[in-house]
């Protein structure tokens, strides 16, 4: 329908080459609603009858459950779907359809729509994460684990404190994608190819009625650029590089050699050939589909690096690299959520491993800095002391007293003090010692659940208002649409 000019129909290799229709299906729903309201505002301001737009609405609304046929020849969906319109009200109506609008503007006006409903289905699924695992930690503010620098233990720490990080990491996500939103809800239906169009067009009208919260001003800004695009998946790529290092720590505790925590058999799979294996596979998928998504955003920005101002048809491969994130993202948060509630968790491994190790070297460094002690002073002495536990092969709380005394050699140290120190530090004395705004103390647990909830909550109720604005403005739309048939 497209190629009048060029007076010949295009070979079925060169069509299947430049076609993207078997992509467009995503955006099939969403291109008929914006065809809508083009055509209302249309008809609203004069351009077209009202009978023609009854013709035109009547045959999009009929379209709206319709299966669409990949091998139907169209080169895409805007194309099958305006041919099938004048097909069904015929040409001296539905030919007036794409009055005062280019394909420029429709298909980016369908990326836009589609991004918008993305990126407020991954913001609840991250709510929906987020609050799984603000709910875990609440069940385990007691439960001592090691953390670790390097991959070496490095201190105690609270099981809880590992899961609320995880929590703040992924609400970063979140108002990443939240703010992202404000500038991919702008629409840039009427900016026509580049230039606009000299047919009088109410621009703000149909933005309005689509859901939008204003219009790209700038008709070349508008069709040509595709800046949010790339912002969209580079937020999406961080979420997922999120997804993945808590996927890796998952693999690396459910071995074991660790054994602090047991997969679900859900999402966990047996090998070939070797029946006692339970191999993390969703989990390394995270990690692998991760990639992907680094690849999509590589792959937007490499094709929109080199275009020069206006619409080039590089910026049609796009789209498979914007559907694949959001699906890919979804599903992921979606897996991460139900792996986060119903793993098992290994208390008392955990609480054996932390207490094997010396993780109360720094507590009792700090404790003799509370008694006036230089702290580089205070470091040797305990690191002395983990040196002796280690070539004795006992734990600090072991150690006799002419070992400690070796420890403060060359210091004004007094042995007894450090011994005493020793006998009244543990783990759980560390844990409870520990005030500092943000720790792993056990005080500090309870806070930031209460302000993670307090979060969510406020979040969801954002998220609520903003899908209510647009579903009122669809609603309306549809009520316009009702009233002209």
């Excluded at 840039?188 to 933005?207: E, F, K, M, Q, Y």
């Excluded at 689509?210 to 979420?239: C, K, P, Q």
């Excluded at 796009?318 to 119903?342: C, E, R």
């Excluded at 404790?367 to 006992?394: D, M, W, Y």
């Amino acid at each position: 329908m497209y190629r009048s000019r060029l007076g010949t129909d295009l070979s079925n290799i060169t069509l299947d080459y430049v076609s993207s229709i078997d992509d467009d299906s995503q955006i099939a729903l969403y291109d008929i609603i914006g065809s809508q309201a083009h055509t209302v505002m249309l008809l609203e301001n004069k351009i077209i009858t009202k009978n023609d737009a009854k013709k035109i609405l009547s045959s999009l609304e009929n379209l709206k459950n319709e299966k669409f046929d990949s091998s139907s020849g169209a080169e895409d969906i805007h194309e099958l779907i305006e041919s099938l319109v004048i097909k069904k009200s015929g040409m001296a109506s539905g030919g007036k359809m794409h009055t005062a609008r280019s394909r420029n503007d429709q298909v980016v006006l369908d990326i836009r729509m589609k991004i918008r409903d993305d990126i407020n289905i991954i913001c609840n699924c991250l709510l929906d994460t987020i609050e799984s695992l603000v709910s875990v930690s609440k069940n385990h503010q007691k439960t001592i684990i090691p953390f670790y620098t390097h991959l070496q233990q490095a201190q105690a720490g609270l099981f809880s404190h590992y899961l609320l990080a995880q929590a703040d990491v992924l609400s970063r996500d979140f108002q990443r994608l939240f703010d992202t939103f404000e500038r991919i809800n702008q629409s840039p239906l009427g900016a026509g190819p580049v230039g606009g169009t000299s047919i009088t067009i109410d621009r703000h009208s149909t933005a309005k009625m689509l859901g939008f919260d204003s219009v790209v001003e700038n008709s070349l800004d508008a069709t040509s650029t595709r800046d949010f695009v790339a912002e969209y998946v580079a937020m999406v790529s961080i979420l997922m590089t999120n997804l993945s290092r808590i996927s890796e720590d998952f693999i690396i505790w459910s071995t074991s050699e660790f054994s602090f925590i047991e997969l679900s058999d859900e999402f966990t799979s047996p090998s070939s050939v070797m029946p006692q294996k339970k191999n993390p596979d969703i989990l390394e998928l995270t990690r692998g589909k991760t990639a992907e998504i680094i690849g999509n955003l590589t792959a937007i920005l490499t094709t929109v690096k080199g275009l020069a101002s206006g619409y080039g048809r590089d910026l049609q491969q796009i789209k498979s690299s914007i559907w694949s994130t959001s699906k890919i993202s979804i599903s992921a948060l979606l897996i991460i959520k139900s792996i986060i509630l119903t793993m098992k968790v290994n208390e008392k491994q955990m609480k054996k491993v932390t207490e094997s190790s010396n993780l109360i070297a720094l507590d009792i460094a700090e404790k003799l800095v509370q008694e006036g002690v230089p702290f580089r002073v205070t470091h040797k002495i305990a690191g002395v002391l983990v040196q002796l536990a280690h070539n004795s092969k006992k734990p600090i709380s072991k150690l006799t007293t002419p070992e400690i005394k070796k420890s403060v050699e060359g210091t004004k140290v007094d042995t007894k003090l450090v011994s005493e120190i020793i006998s009244n530090t543990s783990v759980i004395s560390s844990l409870k010692d520990r005030k500092s705004f943000g720790s792993s103390g056990y005080d500090e647990q309870k806070r930031m659940i209460s302000d993670r909830t307090e979060k969510i909550n406020c979040w969801r109720l954002e998220m609520s208002e903003r899908e209510n604005k647009i579903k009122s403005s669809l609603n309306d739309l549809q009520k316009s649409i009702d009233d002209i048939l």
